[in-house]
């Protein structure tokens, strides 16, 4: 039994509704982990709309999810030229940097994250797990308790992660 490859045909004007499309199916695809296939179609989707800073974000998730930083962090790069006033992309490279073990650059996406949306909590959160993880408790108390006061329903959380940091710092 053989099977027919399916094939989309759009027409040249209609590359906004081939970028969706395939944004959505590789939205899908990396919900799946589907990795190797959500990548193929966020590629499409950019190849249709290069100018689409979400499909450049959503790829470099999947790069960075598949440990790819290096790509990952081309792709939000990308993002954020192309939208530089959008915090999600800083705090995605942020991740990146973080997992490179370079807290400098992974605090400045952060902060120009918030820079950007000084409401955003969990940008607050992540800061704060940055600077406890570089051994800056009275700073990551603060961020986590920003955080909270942002988002009440995040409070129980961040109070566990404030006190496991407290006895982190308390056993040094």
């Known amino acids: 039994m053989h099977r027919r490859a399916r094939c989309l045909v759009l027409s040249p004007h209609d590359r906004a509704s081939g970028a969706r499309y395939f944004a959505a199916r590789g939205d899908t695809e990396q919900a799946g982990r589907l ?28 790069y960075y999810t598949t440990g790819r930083f290096d790509q990952a962090m081309a ?8 939208d530089p006033d959008e915090p999600r992309y800083y705090q995605h490279r942020c991740l990146v940097w973080f997992q490179l073990d370079n807290t400098q650059q992974a605090l400045a996406d952060i902060t120009k994250a918030i820079d950007v949306q000084p409401d955003y909590a969990e940008a607050y959160e992540l800061r704060g797990i940055i600077l406890g993880n570089d051994g800056q408790y009275e700073k990551a108390f603060h961020n986590f308790d920003k955080a909270a006061s942002l988002d009440p329903a995040r409070s129980a959380s961040l109070s566990k992660k404030k006190q496991m940091l407290m006895e982190t710092r308390d056993r040094k």
Request: no cysteine; glycine share 6%.
């Open 35 to 62: 990795y190797a296939m959500a990548i193929a179609d966020h590629t499409m989707a950019i190849a249709f709309k290069p100018h689409l800073p979400g499909a450049w974000n959503n790829r470099g998730l999947v």
């Open 75 to 82: 792709d939000f790069d990308e993002a954020i030229r192309l």
